[in-house]
Each structure stands twice: as structure tokens, then as C-alpha cells.
């Protein structure tokens, strides 16, 4: 078969899986904006999202569709241009996150086109009014969340399987919408991901190395935020570290912003969250080191004596 898989970050959830097609003796191919993917095997194109308004004063109000349909209309471009080399595949694999999925059926309709969705936004229940802490004072977030949703809605209509990874990220799509999609979940890599009494984690060029031998708290994020529970693990530093003197503090993630919204007069989350611990800790025990490759950050887990997972509820699967 000829499956073509279709991420702005390729190869993002679908890396195990060309892997696999490759294995199995597939042609595969890689759709993505990064200029450069190497992974054996698999037959990589870049795109460029098309130009579109990029007005400042009105580009936050417009973001849930104009850099979707620019990316549209982008990836669309570039498959006609493998069409018309000659390229149909049987299978187009695509995130719907992105808006990427909306033309490539018109233009590849004899494929299969499956689509892949995180989560459907809601008002109330969700992430949005679970936070006491940062309330929404501003209507036209709502706004915006209907603007993203009619982009998925658009991606549904557009696929010919949905796939979502777990049952809650289905059960956030209204109830009449829930049958078209099946739970997929995205896999655990079991070979990689196991247990290692003698692992040994090199904190940069001269900081500690930790072993299984004392312990050691961790906490993982994309990028240090509310939306993924920072705030909360900021402030309970001090008290984790009086359970025990030898304990210490692997903290892993970025400080820019992935899902929330910007920090207050310019600073990143990181500088708020630091700001408001309300006593003073000795900072020797604590480790930020920022974002990882994966061999370390399984080394992460490996060391972890108690692991911290703090999230709203939202997406909890791959992009967690």
C-alpha cells in the first residue's frame, strides 16, 4: 500500500506507525512544514502555509481558522503537486489539529483519509472553567473555542474514518458525533519504556547524577503553564522537599507556550510561578532542565521514585 501521513510537526503521533509500514514493506510518505525529517524509510515533503492576513491588532481573534486554512491550503498545493507526479495513496493519515485535512480529499478521492482528533472544546465542564485560579473574563475566548470546533467539524465531514486515542477525548464531541469516531489509543512504546534499577541521570555537564538509590520527584510538560498543572507543582516545592533531606526535584518542560495563554506584562509562566512559592527553598534540590531527547527522558522516568502528572482536563494522550 501508499500510506501518506500529514502533521505540521511530522512526524508527531505517527512516528511508530510509518516506522512500522516501512518494517512491513509499505511505501510511505511524510507531509509536514518542518524542512527536515529523517526516518528511514519514509519519503518526506515539506510545505509552506500559503500567505494570508496577518493584521496584528486582529490576528488573536482570527487564529483558530486563518493559520488552519493557510496550512490547508499549503499542504493542499504541495499534494497536487505529488499527484501530478504520479503519487496516489491509498491511505492518507492525517491530525486534524492543524486544519491540514480540509482539501486533500478532493484532491487524492480515491484514498482512504483518516482523521485523528484530540478534543472538542466546550465552554463550561472542560479546561476552560476548571481553574478558579484563571478565571475567563473575556467572551471572545468562547468565541474562539467555536471557531476551533467548526474547523474539526469541517475535518469530520472530510474523513472517512476518525479516530480519537482515548474514550474521554471522544466523549468531549457532542453526543451525535460520538459513534463516527473509534478509540485508538496511541501505544506505549513496552521496549523503551521499562524499568532500569541501575539507571544513572547526568544533570547537565557539572550537576548531580541521581540514582534509584535516594529520592526523586518528577514532572513532565511540554512547556511550563497552567494549563498543565505548573502553578500547582511550583507551589508544592517546598513541602515536597521537607518530606525528605536527601529528596529532589527533576523538573522537565519548556518556558515558552503550548496550550495556555501568555503570562502577565511580557514574563513566561516559569518567572510567575517562581515569583509566588511563598517560602524560601534551597534550589540545589530542584533541577529544571528544560526539554529533553527522548533517551534522557526516559532516563527521567526511570530515576522517578513519584512521578507528578497534573493536567485541566484536556488532551491526555500523545501531546500531554
Known amino acids: 500500500m501508499k500510506i501518506a501521513f500529514v502533521h505540521q510537526n511530522f512526524p508527531g503521533q505517527f512516528l511508530r506507525l510509518a516506522r512500522t509500514f516501512v518494517a512491513e514493506g509499505h511505501e510511505v510518505v511524510g507531509l509536514g512544514m518542518v524542512k527536515q525529517c529523517a526516518i528511514p524509510g519514509v519519503k518526506y515533503f515539506s510545505y509552506d502555509a500559503v500567505p494570508g492576513p496577518d493584521d496584528a491588532p486582529y490576528q488573536n481573534r482570527y487564529s483558530p481558522v486563518i493559520p488552519r486554512l493557510r496550512r490547508a491550503y499549503g499542504v493542499a498545493y504541495r499534494a497536487k503537486a505529488l499527484a501530478s507526479q504520479g503519487f496516489e495513496p491509498d491511505v492518507v493519515v492525517v491530525n486534524t ?74 466523549d468531549t464531541f457532542p453526543t451525535y458525533l460520538r459513534d463516527r469516531l473509534a478509540i485508538i489509543h496511541d501505544g506505549i512504546d513496552t521496549h523503551k519504556l521499562l524499568p532500569d534499577p541501575q539507571v544513572r541521570l547526568q544533570l547537565g555537564e557539572s550537576g548531580p547524577q541521581l540514582t534509584r538509590e535516594k529520592p526523586v520527584v518528577t514532572y513532565v510538560t511540554r512547556n511550563i503553564e497552567p494549563m498543565r498543572g505548573a502553578h500547582v507543582v511550583f507551589k508544592s516545592l517546598p513541602y515536597l522537599l521537607d518530606i525528605d533531606p536527601d529528596l529532589r526535584v527533576v523538573i522537565v518542560g519548556g518556558r515558552g507556550t503550548s496550550y495556555s495563554g501568555s503570562a502577565p506584562n511580557g514574563q513566561s509562566w516559569f518567572d510567575v510561578f517562581k515569583a509566588r512559592i511563598e517560602r524560601p527553598i534551597d534550589w540545589s534540590r530542584v533541577h529544571f532542565v528544560g526539554n529533553l531527547p527522548y533517551d534522557q527522558f526516559v532516563k527521567v522516568l526511570q530515576v522517578s521514585s513519584a512521578h507528578v502528572y497534573m493536567t485541566y482536563p484536556f488532551v491526555l494522550s500523545w501531546s500531554s
Open 97 to 170: 489539529g492543524w486544519g491540514e485535512n480540509l482539501f486533500l480529499k478532493d484532491i487524492w478521492p480515491k484514498a482512504r483519509h483518516v482523521a485523528y482528533f484530540e478534543y472538542y472544546y466546550h465552554a463550561k465542564g472542560q479546561d476552560l472553567d476548571f481553574d478558579p485560579e484563571f478565571p475567563v473574563t473575556n467572551e471572545e475566548v468562547i468565541w474562539r473555542l467555536r471557531l476551533k470546533n467548526s474547523m474539526q467539524l469541517g475535518a469530520l465531514d472530510a474523513a472517512d474514518l476518525a479516530v480519537a486515542p482515548t474514550r474521554y477525548q471522544r
